[in-house]
């Protein structure tokens, strides 16, 4: 009958499949928002940050490289978690655990308890942002009312990305610490509405590559260690050297477990078509680049141009409007152009762009010698990301869709730390080459400050080598645009399974 207990449990646990605007999509892009928002904001923080926990410009650097480690190094563990465990409770696990960790961030009060508070946080994204996209696919039926969640969920990318440059700026200005407790109330929130909002999935039992998500993750931090640290503490310092051998010998261990495990994280078949390594290598740059340029372009532009967070803030607003604007051109020409001069053409206007900026000074003012380049770097970055993603998928089955997505989403993310580690070396090595000093702006003189200055923009050049790598390998690129046009229709397919 249609009002006995089964069929009311039946309709409660269906897939929302009318009204989408409600307490699931609130949740589940409320997530999403906060996850982009807490890595754009981050950015423009480090400035006050340094002056006011008197941190090392590799401490600095490792505010941002903590976060990205830990969430790209488990990111694909935290979807498996999903679902072995169920993925309601995997999501309002990684939300808690996120916030209370930006709470620790919040409360730090000296470098190493803001370093390991930040990686806290990468832990609960890696889980509860894998687990968030999935939660998608269950929670609204395939048709219109998922497409639309899908849309709403996507968009939050840009939402938080522009909300995080103008609400993290206005918070920095108050106190950096602002920009991490925010996320304390909205992290309670979305998690009692997720206890009520979302249902859970079926869990299942399978083998957890544990050993593999630990190791790769412990290599990359012992060589983003080696190459972060090198400057200060000396590349022949015993500790450099061996957290470099430590690191190499862990990822190393990392590609015999993968070859051995039940349920790789890492599955080497799918790195049979060389075109799709090579679009691999072209996200793991283009991201690194894109990571490590923002970082810096948000120090100079407040240490040596003295802007406060809140311009710094909104001088990068036109970035985002140039990546959302090629990205709209590139989604549709990828289906008519060869991907790989799409993303070639993408990678020399970047590269222009930050050679260009790498000629900057304390003299330089936004509008005669910033504007057109941080647009025109957001255009080529939007031109090149497009259509990678899509190569990543090519030529594929769907159930092998949801795998190769992951796996470029991991590439772009532990492309920015492990770029920024070689990026940074080579910008602090530039300063004290110069005479300048690590540390606070505020304290430095005029000839330490135009040093720090000269490392800053020697860091963009740094930044152009990343976009020459990713064009070389964009070059090796062969998919066409009818295997692009397919795999668009692929992954709507898949975005459509239940």
């Known amino acids: 009958m249609s009002d006995s207990p089964t069929s009311e449990t039946a309709s409660a646990n269906a897939p929302v499949a009318t009204r989408v605007i409600g307490l699931a999509i609130i949740v589940l892009s409320g997530l999403q928002m906060m996850v982009v928002l807490d890595g754009t904001v981050a950015n423009l923080a480090l400035a006050p940050l340094q002056a006011d926990l008197g941190l090392s410009d590799s401490g600095r650097n490792w505010v941002l490289t903590s976060y990205a480690l830990a969430f790209g190094g488990l990111m694909l563990l935290g979807g498996r978690l999903g679902d072995a465990y169920g993925r309601k409770k995997m999501f309002i696990a990684g939300v808690s655990l996120f916030t209370v960790a930006s709470l620790l961030c919040g409360l730090a009060l000296n470098e190493g308890m803001l370093i390991a508070a930040r990686a806290l946080q990468g832990v609960g994204a890696a889980v509860a942002s894998p687990t968030a996209f999935a939660l998608v696919a269950t929670t609204f ?56 909002a979302l249902r859970e999935t079926n869990q299942t039992r399978l083998a957890l590559d544990v050993p593999g998500a630990i190791l790769a993750t412990l290599g990359c931090t ?36 993968e070859r051995t495990a039940d349920n790789p994280l890492l599955p080497f078949s799918l790195f049979a078509d060389r075109n799709r390594v090579a679009t691999f290598l072209a996200i793991f740059f283009v991201g690194g680049a894109m990571f490590s340029m923002t970082a810096f372009v948000a120090l100079f532009v407040q240490d040596i141009m003295q802007y406060s967070p809140l311009r710094a803030g909104i001088a990068f607003i036109p970035f985002a409007f140039g990546l959302g604007a090629a990205a709209s051109v590139a989604s549709k020409l990828a289906v008519k152009v060869q991907p790989r001069w799409l993303v070639l053409t993408g990678v020399v206007i970047m590269i222009v762009g930050l050679l260009y900026g790498s000629t900057l000074d304390s003299d330089s003012t936004y509008l005669a010698n910033l504007f057109v380049p941080v647009i025109g770097i957001g255009f080529g970055i939007g031109l090149a990301m497009v259509p990678l993603p899509l190569c990543a998928i090519a030529g594929v089955p769907e159930t092998e ?82 295997q692009v046009a397919q795999a668009q229709a692929a992954e709507k397919a898949a975005q459509g399974i239940a």
């Open 401 to 482: 869709i949801g795998p190769l997505t992951a796996i470029a989403q991991v590439a772009q993310t532990l492309g920015g730390p492990l770029a920024l580690s070689v990026i940074g070396a080579m910008a602090t090595s530039k300063t004290l080459s110069l005479g300048g000093t690590s540390g606070k702006a505020a304290d430095m003189n005029p000839a330490q400050l135009i040093a720090l200055g000269e490392g800053y923009t020697f860091a963009l050049v740094g930044c152009a080598v990343c976009a020459v790598f990713a064009g070389i390998a964009a070059l090796c690129i062969r998919f066409t645009p009818s």
């Open 222 to 257: 012992g060589v983003v260690f080696a190459l972060t640290e090198g400057p200060e503490m000396g590349w022949g310092s015993i500790a450099v050297i061996g957290a470099l051998a430590a690191g190499l010998v862990a990822l190393a261990a990392f590609l015999f477990v």
């Open 141 to 196: 039926a395939a048709g219109p009312a998922r497409n639309q969640a899908i849309a709403i969920f996507a968009a939050m990318t840009g939402v938080g990305s522009i909300a995080g440059l103008i609400i993290g700026g206005a918070l920095t200005e108050v106190s950096w610490r602002l920009i991490f407790l925010i996320n304390v109330p909205i992290g309670i929130a979305l998690v009692g509405m997720a206890f009520r």
